[in-house]
């Protein structure tokens, strides 16, 4: 969240500013390439001496094979030519080092080449959009802008896409992002098994299986998507995803290290009490499982709406009324519009969930969404509009 000095700053300052902080990263920039050619240049160097040494070894061993070695040193014919046990140990222990220099040398070159391949390296993630704050990898500017002066339309088209801050997140899941504790850096180490665990909906995609040996890979085919059940498992099958909030919370912690067994009980359960408080997803199913508890007679239905009756650009998250609707009865009066999601008690198809509905992102990725904030939708708003 930016600072009340910085939000205080004219746009001509904050621009200055950013210019300021560019020029200097990119005069780092430049000083550490210097090094690295310089490096480089060593390497060259002492490779080339490397390739003479070798090949003055090699003229030494054909002079020695062609019989052009000094007469002093020439091998005795006859009775003479009988090698004794010590000169030979001798003979052959210089074999086995020239050998061995050889193997390494090799190795070397090896090792040279792949330090020669050119790395890859975006830099920083430091580049600031001035009209919304997003942050940027300076290869992501336009293609019209320059390095001094860089722009970005991706985020915000220049200023003309109003997108509202992030709201805070709870205190229990900033200090696990942050802290350097123990339970803190368990946490972000398995954080997608974590979210994974809470998440309302599944994953789906084609896969692409790799066969052979290499570097473990995966590869998907086509396009991603999120897929949602039924508010209830159907009779011999175990609850997943959303239905885990809903079905048999007695063994709540139980049913999920069913499914991810690696994880810590501690946060576990501490996420799923700071998830019960500020998200409204998750109220809704909680509310569900309640009326279920009562033993309601009639069916229950959830509606996680499409399109939001609430502003759009206020600042607030949302609450548990304004992102889905329970309704008790057979169903005459649901009303749904286009790309609502309607959730049965009992119903064993998968829902696909529209890319482009705002319950998309924060069904899924809970732990980024802690408080139901919208993801990317057609509604979102544009600076000076009506409606």
Known sequence: MPSRQEANESLKLRQKRLAKERQARFRKRQKIHHERIMEERRKKVAKERLAKERQARLIKRQNIKNNNYPSETQIPSGQEAYEPLDLRQKRLTKERKARSR????????????????????????????????????????????????????????????????????????????????????????????????????????????????????????????????????????????????????????????????????????????????????????????????????????????????QDLRRYNAPTASEVAAIMVGDGHELHTANRDILLKMRDGNLQRISEIHPSYDPLHYVLLFPRGDDGWHVDVPLIGSVN
């Open 102 to 309: 050889k193997s390494n040398n090799n190795e070397r070159e090896i090792s040279d080449k792949l330090e020669c391949i050119p790395r890859h390296d975006l830099g920083r993630i430091d580049q600031i959009c001035v009209h919304c704050g997003a942050k940027f990898w300076m290869e992501e500017k336009n293609h019209s802008s320059n390095r001094t002066f860089p722009t970005f339309s991706i985020c915000c088209a220049h200023g003309k896409v109003l997108l509202l801050p992030l709201t805070e997140p709870p205190s229990y899941l900033l200090n696990l992002y942050t802290s350097s504790e123990s339970d803190a850096i368990s946490f972000r180490k398995n954080i997608r098994r974590y979210n994974n665990v809470l998440a309302c909906t599944s994953f789906g995609t084609n896969i692409d299986t790799f066969h052979g040996q290499g570097i473990s890979n995966f590869r998907i085919h086509g396009q991603v998507y999120h897929r949602i059940g039924p508010l209830l498992p159907e009779e011999g099958h175990q609850p997943a995803f959303a239905q885990l909030y809903i079905y048999d919370s007695v063994h709540e912690i139980e049913n999920r290290h069913n499914v991810m067994q690696e994880l810590d009980e501690k946060i576990l359960l501490n996420l799923l009490n700071m998830m019960d408080e500020c998200n409204p997803y998750i109220q809704n199913f909680r509310h569900v499982r309640d009326l279920i508890q009562t033993n309601v007679p009639d069916e229950i239905f959830m509606v996680i709406y499409a399109d939001r009756t």
